[in-house]
């Protein structure tokens, strides 16, 4: 018989319940604190739910009613500088920060609504309803609430998808140097999400200061818990990763606030992340004013059974029984709350002149204009004004024999030697004498603490890239190692860090760097090796930069670093090794948004980017074709050099895109689509496209050749495009 030993978690996991002694030792202050944000929320979250039904709310309203003192008890204790971020259920967090960070010194039950907390509410309301003084100017709605200075980073309409960006703010706190602390609040739903798990464990890997505060309602729309996963006591998750976790009754304030406490005390140690389960309830169904039993899925004496152990009422009666508040003061506060939430509505409504005896619509003139649509995408670049530009024909100073794999790693060692805020992290990049493929040759010892070895989940360490760039006290550079792997970690790149800046108002600058490398030829298989530009360009804010030879990839990311957007890097394998100068002076940028015209000619202008330029130039010397070849080096929308492409296509009258990937994901797709648009009177024939076939590139080297564009290709391009003319010789 085999001998068995039982094991014990690592860290702890407690059950926390509050006593009638630990109410009595409660300070007055705070437990009034509490009763008044509390009413206050309540009555915002009704005001919504009563606009909603007028079909004032364009969208959903996800009602926190019941869920409140989870919020209430886990936030009054927190400092401003301390971030939260939640899911799309996150009014009633938002809430509590930002009343906690306008009156850090409480609240008043006796005259609670000051003019800020007015404000506050007026404008968070707002923002519900769409309109233009809301704090993120109506961009964000019910789902996505943002207010920086008070600490309030970001709720999230992706189940689980802000856990990451808050583990990247609790990094960015830790290495600034303070005890300040992340709160990540997700439902019960998330727990089984790869974002928070993948979290869990890098920030226990790295002991940084977040709280993973699990608000366990019990469903998922209207999925019970117990469907879906086989421990339904949520908390249980952090033992796999070591991870302290209280469980706590969320319907008492008190509870919550006291193992918040203890857990801050572990974090402000830092000694790493903490988990804290609240068992909530809410008492409406996932989005609008009815309860979960008119939809079947809960029955009416559950949702009593519950109601009976309201947040507020519990408040209310113990504060009553230590003789702090009576039932009139009960009503007073109440009635103020109610009070402030009529006169924020009605600064924002009015009766519809149009409609129905007691109809009500928004004001007009609050809507923000329609012009202010696409404001805020991404940045204006005014960060980049005043530094110094040169291209490499201008360049007259002294440099080396190299590769351009050699340049990615100097100029990553020059710009961190000049600028400590920059961290470059990714798998392996910390080994391997500088990676999997010498990119970052030397940067860990010389800059420890500042490239980091992740584990293998892009997903976590992406979107912990996304947070760090948000909180801006650093630059994060991060590395997939291929580019398929941005479908692992697609939405903390194109949901999140792409979309931060607009969808929060247009004014939160996200530096991030994302370098990859193209690896088309080199074996790996379909999911390894492609060109992820036309994806990309597809997605909004971001920008993309793609490099042909070393002395543009010194000058395009020290663009990159200085960008106050995120921006893709591409790189390709064939390029790493190709020989090249390498400039001793790696202080200037490539003039941003400028194409390279790499040789003149008058029968046609080919565009391409990459590896493919050079096969390009190889392909017009073996046809005699008199091309125009320009190398687009910034090839995202924006970015784009329309007026270097005009003046070529207005002189050739013909184009020919050529890039190396499939044709599914191609870049050209778009772009052909766009040249015609722009220049149809000056096109003598269709623009042409070299692209790969349909099928990702496979292991086998014959069918992977087969799969990918070279020179042989783009000489069939040539040809085609010189045979429509009819000047085939």
């Not at 923002?127 to 704090?135: C, N, R």
């Not at 100029?411 to 910390?430: F, Y």
């Given at each position: 018989m085999?001998r068995?030993?039982?094991?014990?978690p690592g860290?702890?996991?407690v059950?926390l319940?509050t006593?009638?002694?630990?109410?009595?030792?409660?300070?007055?202050?705070?437990?009034?604190?509490?009763l008044?944000?509390?009413?206050l929320?309540?009555?915002?979250?009704?005001?919504?739910l009563?606009l909603?039904g007028?079909?004032?709310?364009h969208g959903?309203?996800?009602?926190s009613?019941?869920?409140?003192g989870?919020?209430?008890?886990?936030?009054?204790?927190l400092?401003?500088?301390?971030?939260?971020n939640?899911?799309?259920?996150?009014h009633?967090?938002?809430?509590?920060?930002?009343?906690?960070?306008?009156?850090?010194?409480?609240l008043s039950?006796?005259d609670?609504?000051?003019d800020d907390i007015?404000?506050?509410l007026?404008?968070?309301?707002a923002?519900?309803?769409?309109?233009a003084?809301?704090?993120?100017k109506?961009?964000?709605?019910?789902?996505?609430?943002q207010?920086f200075?008070?600490?309030a980073?970001?709720?999230?309409a992706?189940?689980?998808?802000?856990?990451?960006?808050?583990?990247g703010n609790?990094?960015?706190q830790?290495?600034?140097g303070?005890s300040?602390?992340?709160v990540?609040?997700?439902?019960?739903?998330?727990?089984?999400?790869?974002?928070?798990?993948e979290s869990?464990?890098?920030?226990?890997?790295?002991?940084l200061?977040?709280v993973f505060?699990?608000e366990?309602n019990?469903?998922?729309?209207?999925?019970?818990?117990?469907e879906?996963?086989?421990?339904?006591r949520?908390s249980a998750?952090?033992l796999?990763?070591?991870i302290?976790?209280?469980?706590?009754?969320?319907?008492?304030?008190?509870?919550?606030?006291?193992?918040?406490?203890?857990a801050l005390?572990?974090?402000?140690?830092g000694?790493g992340?903490?988990?804290?389960?609240?068992?909530?309830?809410?008492?409406?169904?996932?989005?609008?004013p009815?309860?979960?039993?008119a939809?079947?899925?809960?029955?009416?004496?559950?949702?009593?059974?519950?109601?009976?152990?309201?947040?507020?009422r519990r408040?209310?009666?113990?504060?009553t029984r230590?003789g702090?508040?009576d039932?009139?003061?009960?009503?007073?506060?109440?009635?103020?709350?109610?009070?402030a939430m009529?006169a924020a509505?009605a600064?924002?409504?009015?009766?519809?002149p149009?409609?129905?005896?007691?109809?009500?619509?928004i004001?007009?003139?609050l809507?923000?204009?329609?012009?202010?649509?696409?404001?805020g995408?991404r940045g204006?670049l005014?960060e980049?004004?005043?530094?110094?530009e040169?291209?490499?024909?201008?360049?007259?100073?002294?440099?080396?024999?190299?590769k351009?794999?050699?340049a990615?790693?100097?100029?990553m060692d020059?710009?961190m030697?000049?600028?400590?805020?920059?961290v470059?992290?990714?798998?392996d990049?910390?080994?391997?004498?500088?990676g999997?493929?010498g990119?970052?040759?030397?940067?860990?010892?010389k800059?420890?603490?500042?490239?980091?070895?992740t584990p293998?989940s892009e997903?976590?360490?992406?979107?912990?890239?996304g947070?760090?760039?948000?909180?801006?006290?650093?630059?994060?550079?991060?590395e997939?190692?291929y580019p398929?792997?941005m479908?692992?970690a697609?939405?903390?790149?194109?949901?999140?860090?792409?979309?931060a800046r607009h969808?929060?108002?247009?004014e939160?600058?996200?530096?991030?760097?994302?370098r990859?490398?193209?690896?088309?030829?080199?074996?790996?298989?379909s999911?390894?090796l492609?060109?992820?530009?036309g994806?990309?360009?597809?997605?909004?804010?971001?920008?993309?930069?793609a490099a042909?030879?070393?002395?543009?990839?010194v000058?395009m990311?020290?663009?990159?670093?200085?960008?106050q957007d995120?921006v893709?890097m591409?790189e390709?394998?064939d390029?790493?090794?190709?020989a090249?100068e390498i400039?001793a002076d790696l202080?200037?940028r490539?003039?941003?948004?400028?194409?390279?015209?790499?040789r003149?000619?008058?029968?046609?202008?080919?565009i391409?980017?990459l590896?493919?330029v050079?096969h390009?130039?190889?392909?017009?010397?073996?046809?005699?074709?008199d091309a125009?070849?320009?190398d687009?080096?910034?090839?995202?929308?924006?970015?784009?050099?329309?007026?270097?492409?005009?003046?070529?296509?207005r002189k050739t009258?013909?184009v020919?895109i050529?890039?190396?990937?499939a044709?599914?994901?191609?870049y050209g797709s778009?772009l052909?689509?766009?040249?015609?648009l722009r220049?149809?009177d000056?096109?003598?024939?269709?623009?042409?496209?070299?692209?790969?076939?349909?099928?990702s590139?496979?292991?086998s080297?014959v069918l992977?050749?087969?799969?990918i564009?070279?020179t042989e290709?783009v000489v069939?391009?040539?040809?085609?495009?010189?045979?429509?003319f009819?000047?085939?010789?």
């Amino acid at each position: 018989m085999p001998r068995t030993t039982k094991l014990a978690p690592g860290s702890p996991w407690v059950q926390l319940t509050t006593t009638s002694a630990d109410w009595k030792n409660a300070d007055p202050a705070l437990l009034a604190t509490m009763l008044g944000q509390l009413h206050l929320i309540r009555a915002f979250e009704e005001t919504v739910l009563e606009l909603a039904g007028e079909g004032l709310v364009h969208g959903p309203a996800h009602s926190s009613i019941g869920q409140e003192g989870g919020a209430v008890g886990s936030i009054v204790g927190l400092r401003s500088s301390d971030g939260i971020n939640g899911s799309h259920r996150g009014h009633h967090q938002f809430l509590a920060k930002a009343l906690g960070h306008i009156a850090p010194d409480g609240l008043s039950l006796t005259d609670l609504v000051t003019d800020d907390i007015q404000d506050v509410l007026q404008r968070t309301l707002a923002e519900i309803l769409g309109l233009a003084q809301g704090f993120c100017k109506g961009r964000g709605g019910s789902m996505h609430l943002q207010w920086f200075e008070a600490g309030a980073l970001g709720t999230n309409a992706i189940v689980g998808g802000g856990v990451p960006l808050g583990a990247g703010n609790a990094w960015a706190q830790k290495h600034a140097g303070t005890s300040d602390v992340t709160v990540s609040y997700f439902g019960d739903g998330a727990t089984n999400i790869g974002s928070v798990l993948e979290s869990m464990n890098l920030t226990a890997a790295w002991d940084l200061p977040l709280v993973f505060f699990i608000e366990n309602n019990l469903y998922a729309v209207s999925t019970h818990v117990t469907e879906v996963t086989r421990e339904p006591r949520l908390s249980a998750r952090a033992l796999g990763f070591d991870i302290p976790s209280w469980r706590v009754d969320g319907m008492d304030p008190l509870a919550v606030h006291l193992a918040m406490e203890q857990a801050l005390g572990y974090l402000r140690e830092g000694r790493g992340p903490a988990v804290i389960e609240a068992d909530v309830y809410r008492y409406f169904h996932q989005n609008g004013p009815y309860p979960g039993s008119a939809f079947g899925y809960r029955s009416k004496t559950e949702e009593q059974e519950w109601r009976e152990r309201d947040p507020l009422r519990r408040v209310e009666r113990e504060m009553t029984r230590l003789g702090l508040l009576d039932e009139a003061g009960v009503r007073a506060v109440r009635e103020q709350a109610q009070a402030a939430m009529a006169a924020a509505a009605a600064e924002l409504v009015e009766a519809d002149p149009s409609g129905k005896p007691g109809t009500r619509r928004i004001r007009p003139d609050l809507w923000p204009d329609p012009e202010f649509v696409d404001v805020g995408i991404r940045g204006d670049l005014s960060e980049l004004e005043g530094g110094r530009e040169l291209e490499e024909a201008e360049y007259t100073g002294g440099t080396t024999k190299g590769k351009l794999v050699d340049a990615v790693a100097a100029v990553m060692d020059r710009r961190m030697a000049e600028d400590d805020r920059i961290v470059v992290l990714g798998e392996d990049v910390h080994r391997l004498k500088g990676g999997t493929n010498g990119a970052t040759k030397g940067l860990s010892e010389k800059y420890p603490g500042r490239v980091l070895g992740t584990p293998i989940s892009e997903n976590a360490f992406a979107g912990l890239g996304g947070g760090i760039a948000l909180d801006g006290r650093f630059r994060p550079v991060v590395e997939f190692m291929y580019p398929d792997f941005m479908w692992v970690a697609a939405d903390q790149v194109f949901n999140q860090i792409g979309k931060a800046r607009h969808m929060f108002g247009g004014e939160n600058p996200v530096p991030l760097v994302l370098r990859t490398k193209v690896a088309m030829g080199s074996g790996y298989g379909s999911q390894h090796l492609m060109d992820p530009a036309g994806i990309f360009a597809t997605s909004p804010g971001w920008r993309i930069m793609a490099a042909s030879t070393p002395f543009d990839y010194v000058g395009m990311m020290n663009a990159a670093l200085d960008i106050q957007d995120p921006v893709l890097m591409i790189e390709h394998v064939d390029l790493y090794a190709a020989a090249g100068e390498i400039p001793a002076d790696l202080d200037y940028r490539i003039p941003f948004g400028k194409a390279a015209v790499r040789r003149e000619g008058s029968d046609v202008t080919v565009i391409s980017y990459l590896s493919m330029v050079a096969h390009s130039l190889e392909a017009i010397e073996q046809t005699g074709v008199d091309a125009e070849l320009i190398d687009l080096r910034f090839l995202d929308r924006a970015s784009l050099d329309w007026d270097t492409l005009g003046e070529s296509i207005r002189k050739t009258n013909a184009v020919l895109i050529v890039e190396q990937g499939a044709r599914g994901t191609s870049y050209g797709s778009w772009l052909a689509d766009e040249i015609q648009l722009r220049f149809f009177d000056h096109l003598d024939q269709p623009v042409r496209r070299v692209t790969g076939s349909e099928a990702s590139p496979s292991i086998s080297k014959v069918l992977e050749r087969a799969a990918i564009a070279r020179t042989e290709e783009v000489v069939t391009g040539l040809e085609a495009v010189i045979a429509g003319f009819g000047k085939v010789d």
